[in-house]
């Protein structure tokens, strides 16, 4: 009599490229999402020269964005939405940041996931309304890194990554049960 393993096939791992968008600065990191833990494989930030006209700006973000891509090959993005808070100047050259963004995800044939910032806070901290020292602070501990990811975009840019493969995962488990 033959038998068969009862576990399923291993699913291969999740590489997941977060956003924190700006003009000034984007806030990106890459982790991977292995069977039981979460580790980063990149965290920075694009700073773009402030002296370049929007346009230029713009080309720049799109073509380190692509290269990072390239590079890291996710299988997986999210981005976090827009938030005007009290600066609502701001709101526009961030949207248009956005949109190259998305244009060179989209080119790389990935799905993107959109989180407001409270999600990800709350998806990080356990608290809508976290600090910016304590989200870094828990980056930090959940991708066990030896110390806080500077500047603080690239820290919400690898909270939000997290806060999709906690989401996504969440989603995933619970979709069959609603049917």
């Known amino acids: ?6 576990r399923s096939k291993q699913r291969p791992d999740r590489i997941i490229f977060g956003v924190d968008p700006g003009v000034a600065i984007v806030g990106y990191a890459v982790i991977k999402q292995g069977k039981e833990k979460l580790a980063c494989l990149a965290c920075s930030a694009i700073r773009p020269p402030a002296h370049l006209p929007l346009a ?4 720049l973000i ?8 390239a590079v890291y090959q996710p299988t997986e993005a999210a981005m976090e939405t827009l938030y005007f808070g009290r600066n609502t ?5 961030v949207a248009h940041a ?7 995800m989209k080119e790389h044939g990935l799905t993107i996931a959109e989180y407001s910032p409270s999600q990800v806070k709350l998806a990080v901290t356990g608290y809508g309304k976290a600090t910016k020292g304590q989200i870094g ?19 919400d840019a690898a909270a939000v990554a997290i806060c999709h493969a906690h989401t996504s995962a969440l989603r995933t488990l619970v979709s069959p049960a609603m049917k």
């Open 89 to 93: 100047t701001t709101a526009l050259p």
């Open 137 to 155: 602070h828990m980056v930090q501990v959940l991708l066990s890194m030896q110390r806080i990811p500077r500047p603080d975009d690239a820290a």
């Open 62 to 69: 799109y073509q380190q964005i692509a290269e990072l891509l």
């Open 56 to 59: 230029e700006r713009l080309l």
């Open 1 to 6: 009599m033959q038998h068969r393993s009862t």
């Open 98 to 104: 956005r949109g190259v963004i998305m244009l060179a």
